[in-house]
């Protein structure tokens, strides 16, 4: 392909960021401005002028899917010797090869996951923890590690941390201590231990240094909002005193900041460099003009935010907010607003659901189900396949066999109680808050059952649902979490639970944690290409049915929106 040609679709914006091929230069991209276009654009412009030597460019993102998306456009535009790596995968490389030269022998073995090995650091120290404490500690190490933080920093951080309820700041440090002593003894490294060692390696090494720096030298990041601490300081050891750098992100899309993330790097990119240059774009290609304009109306006056423009002039219908009264009536309405789409001859491939926790899939997948709509669920486990939810049909199957006569209220509650529920949820978020919205979904079912149920028609129930959910081998709705549908588009989308305890989660008690949930929102609103419905409920029932008791309110940000509901509650139900 002529260098002319791979330019000539380009708009104003994007044809200035791929033209700007040397020094230090970031680029602003809102949602659905064609930025993985601007930039794909622009190194293949770069090797087809013979300013850059394929070779000799790294293109760096945050998931294998986003790497192999960047290999697949940069081959097809001509670019195909230009490396595209994750992070993890570009130091892993380079750890790999360098290792025999600095430290001598094979490179320690890379653990599969931290669970197993925390576990035993756990019992050196006799504490008793499940499943879901050990992955919230599991996801504390890494915070502390992608953060950079020494054991005394971390220590000075804890008050503001989430431990799990059974876990005091003493014991998490030194259970810290414990894993890092068996890692080191077994001769192992983590996730993090790899970007850690190869920073260091960079650092303490002159020579390595400076063949990695000969190998590489121009350097794309996208997503750079996503960056952590340790992430910049790998990339800025990559440049050395060079700056040939395109940084690409858009902070109103930062939903990571509980694992490390930090938008200050790409805000703050153009103070560091005197000779930056900070592009910005701003046309959004994939959104009907209602749907852009709710989104600029949700983060108006946010720091970072774009105001994107509708390239498309086509309106579209105004996005709709209604209320039910239940949960379940929630996802009836829903589920018959989506088969009125297909009846229209939509394709359910183009529809998508989205809310803010897992657990919210169940009703849904309950009440396509009921109309014979197939779905996935993207990102996450269905609901009965969660160890959690396997675990309490297990134990309630078998109580079913010797338990007659007792309230099911009361049963459910005790066998749930055994695996960790309580009345009330943990304040903090993670895997033991994920597995406590699992069993208090059960909890709500049989709140939720007519009355006089036995325990033995309640587990039956409870099986015949879950034999009821098999993955889809056809055109298929999508059920996706808020986070797991970044970087994805549908023609239709649905966001449920905008009450106040969902999103803006409940433990969302600070104003930087509201303000990931608004981004949070922001991010589900621009996946949307024609069509936005946004929906709450008074109350709980079913599934997730007393997480959130008593009279719920809508959400702050569908206040702040001031979209017209268009029915009264009594009307708006499935």
Not at 13 to 21: F, K, S, V, Y
Not at 316 to 344: K, M, W, Y
Not at 390 to 397: F, S
Not at 456 to 465: G, I, K, P, S, T
Request: glycine content about 8%; overall charge negative.
């Amino acid at each position: 392909m002529e260098a002319a040609d791979l330019i000539a679709g380009l708009d104003d914006q994007q044809r200035l960021a791929a033209e700007t091929l040397l020094g230090p230069v970031c680029l602003l991209a809102g949602a659905g401005t064609g930025k993985t276009r601007a930039i794909t654009h622009r190194i293949a412009y770069g090797v087809a002028t013979g300013v850059y030597a394929p070779n000799r460019v790294m293109a760096l993102t945050f998931t294998s899917r986003a790497a192999a998306e960047l290999r697949g456009r940069l081959r097809q535009l001509g670019a195909g010797g230009v490396a595209a790596r994750t992070f993890h995968a570009a130091a892993l490389s380079q750890l790999a090869y360098f290792w025999p030269q600095t430290m001598g022998g094979t490179m320690p073995r890379l653990l599969d996951g931290k669970a197993k090995l925390l576990a035993h650091a756990s019992e050196t120290l006799r504490l008793r923890l499940d499943t879901a404490s050990l992955r919230d500690l599991s996801a504390e190490i890494e915070w502390r590690k992608v953060s950079r933080l020494t054991m005394e920093e971390y220590a000075a951080a804890l008050p503001k941390r989430g431990l799990p309820q059974n876990v005091t700041p003493e014991q998490a440090l030194d259970l810290h201590q414990a894993y890092e002593d068996l890692k080191d003894a077994r001769r192992q490294l983590d996730f993090e231990d790899v970007l850690l060692a190869t920073a260091g390696m960079l650092e303490l090494e002159p020579r390595v240094a400076q063949q990695v720096r000969e190998q590489y030298r121009f350097f794309v990041v996208d997503e750079y909002q996503d960056v952590s601490p340790l992430q910049q300081d790998l990339l800025e050891l990559w440049l050395g005193d060079r700056n040939d750098v395109c940084v690409v992100g858009d902070a109103s899309q930062t939903i990571y900041s509980f694992a490390g993330a930090s938008a200050d790097f790409l805000l703050g990119f153009g103070s560091r460099y005197d000779e930056a240059t900070v592009l910005r774009l701003e046309q959004n290609y994939r959104s009907a003009r209602p749907i852009v304009e709710t989104a600029n109306e949700l983060m108006r006056g946010r720091p970072g935010a774009l105001h994107l423009s509708p390239v498309a002039e086509a309106q579209g219908p105004a996005p709709q907010v209604t209320d039910h009264l239940t949960d379940v009536s929630e996802a009836r309405a829903v589920a018959e607003s989506i088969a009125e789409e297909i009846r229209q001859g939509a394709a359910p491939e183009s529809i998508a659901v989205l809310f803010r926790v897992n657990v919210q899939a169940a009703n849904l997948e309950r009440a396509l189900a009921d109309l014979g709509i197939q779905t996935r669920l993207h990102g996450g486990a269905r609901f009965f396949d969660l160890r959690e939810v396997k675990q309490a049909l297990m134990m309630l199957k078998g109580a079913a066999v010797s338990i007659v006569g007792e309230p099911l209220f009361k049963t459910v509650s005790d066998v749930l109680r055994s695996l960790g529920w309580s009345q009330e949820p943990p304040e903090q978020r993670g895997a033991v808050r994920d597995k406590w919205e699992s069993l208090n979904a059960l909890m709500g079912l049989a709140e939720g059952s007519p009355e006089g149920t036995t325990l033995r028609q309640f587990v039956d129930e409870l099986f015949a649902r879950q034999a009821g959910q098999h993955e889809p081998t056809m055109a298929a709705v999508t059920l996706a979490t808020l986070h797991s549908a970044k970087g994805l588009e549908w023609r239709s989308v649905y966001v449920v639970g905008l009450s106040e305890g969902y999103l803006p989660i409940s433990y969302a008690t600070t104003f930087e944690a509201v303000d990931e949930e608004r981004r949070l929102l922001y991010v589900g609103i621009t996946r949307a290409r024609e069509r936005l419905q946004l929906s709450w409920s008074h109350a709980g029932q079913g599934f997730g049915g007393s997480s959130r008791g008593g009279e719920r309110r809508p959400s702050r940000f569908l206040e702040e929106l001031r979209i017209r509901t268009p029915d009264a509650v009594g009307s708006s139900i499935g």
